[in-house]
């Protein structure tokens, strides 16, 4: 069976026609096969859409001229989708359109009661990537199922990619809202801290918000286009996936939620990615499983990478991932080195 090999693609290379094509034939002469291309990463579109604004920016449909590009090749395209995120903290998005001017109050609140707005930038960012959604409002996982959806139904992908299925940490969550719902179900108020009591409930209630959007989508998908693979970028550590990120992703590969995993084994120590991948073996096999690792972490070491892929190899995992396109475009070198001794011509 011929080695999958998935490459990351970052919404800033969509922007341009000749960027795209670049990237294009960069991934032909690294004989990649699977694209994961992001076409929303904070709640703007690039690609047509009735229900997002576009990035800002763009006089073409990006995800349309790519699709039509990469047929020719014979690469497969998935769109790669940011579940929750939707906003930087340090540029707020000026198109009133955007969810976040829409619906500023669907943003997460930590466990003090503090919603995102009332965080300064610098202590944002440290705990966060961006502004992120609350999942455990019924709202919000119908405008994350239907921004997925629309997708689906408007182009001929190969799959769908999600991103950020999770909570930051399991210190968020405490929306109001999501407060009242959990309290409705069990008949207490959501505890504030690991230990007390009814905080497995409270974990366990957030993980099952997280699984009924991907379970919204899976299921939709299934019914209009059975033949696109569903896939998910998840944390490769399992028990800080499920306990801090609320994001138990053993559980959608048993239940056929997804087809494909990419646990993002990004650290650039060999040893780490193989203890991580040794662990996810046993816990979870590796059928369907497929490595992401952080070229962009090995760019002054291109063969510790090309180590880390052959490691991958080793464990008989059917492909491998890398994070990302971008991180590797202008690195000539890094690229030869890979092109030579990675991904060699047969």
Not at 18 to 40: G, H, Y
Request: hydrophobic share 35%; net charge negative; aromatic share 10%.
């Amino acid at each position: 069976m011929e080695e999958r090999r998935f490459l990351w693609v970052v919404r800033t290379t969509m922007d341009k026609r000749r960027k795209i094509d670049l990237m294009l034939e960069t991934a032909q002469n690294l004989r990649q096969n699977n694209l994961l291309v992001q076409i929303n990463g904070r709640g703007e579109a690039y690609y047509r859409s009735q229900m997002l604004p576009p990035a800002p920016g763009l006089d073409f449909d990006p995800l349309d001229y790519l699709l039509e590009k990469a047929r020719a090749l014979g690469m497969k395209i998935h769109g790669w989708i940011n579940a929750f995120t939707v906003g930087s903290f340090t540029r707020p998005p000026e198109n009133p359109d955007h969810v976040l001017n829409q619906h500023p109050d669907w943003v997460l609140v930590d466990r003090e009661g503090n919603s995102l707005w009332d965080f300064p930038p610098e202590q944002a960012w440290e705990a966060l990537p961006t502004f992120m959604l609350d999942p455990g409002l019924p709202e919000v996982q119908e405008h994350v199922a239907s921004t997925f959806l629309e997708v689906v139904e408007s182009y001929s992908l190969d799959g769908i990619h999600f991103d950020y299925l999770r909570y930051p940490t399991a210190e968020y969550g405490y929306h109001e809202r999501s407060c009242q719902r959990f309290q409705e179900k069990f008949g207490f108020e959501p505890p504030r801290v690991a230990g007390e009591k009814g905080w497995e409930e409270w974990c366990s209630w957030r993980q099952e918000q997280v699984n009924e959007v991907l379970r919204l989508i899976s299921s939709k998908t299934r019914q209009m286009k059975p033949e696109m693979e569903i896939s998910a970028a998840v944390y490769p550590d399992l028990k800080d996936s499920r306990e801090s990120k609320l994001q138990d992703w053993p559980y959608w590969l048993e239940s056929k939620l997804v087809d494909s995993l990419l646990p993002m084994a990004y650290s650039p120590r060999p040893e780490v990615v193989q203890k991580q991948l040794e662990t996810i073996q046993e816990e979870v096999g590796r059928d369907n499983v497929y490595p992401g690792l952080g070229a962009f972490q090995l760019l002054d070491n291109p063969r510790q990478l090309v180590e880390i892929i052959q490691g991958v190899r080793h464990l008989d995992f059917p492909g491998v991932a890398l994070f990302s396109y971008d991180s590797l475009a202008e690195k000539e070198q890094v690229l030869r080195v890979l092109r030579e001794e990675a991904y060699p011509a047969p």
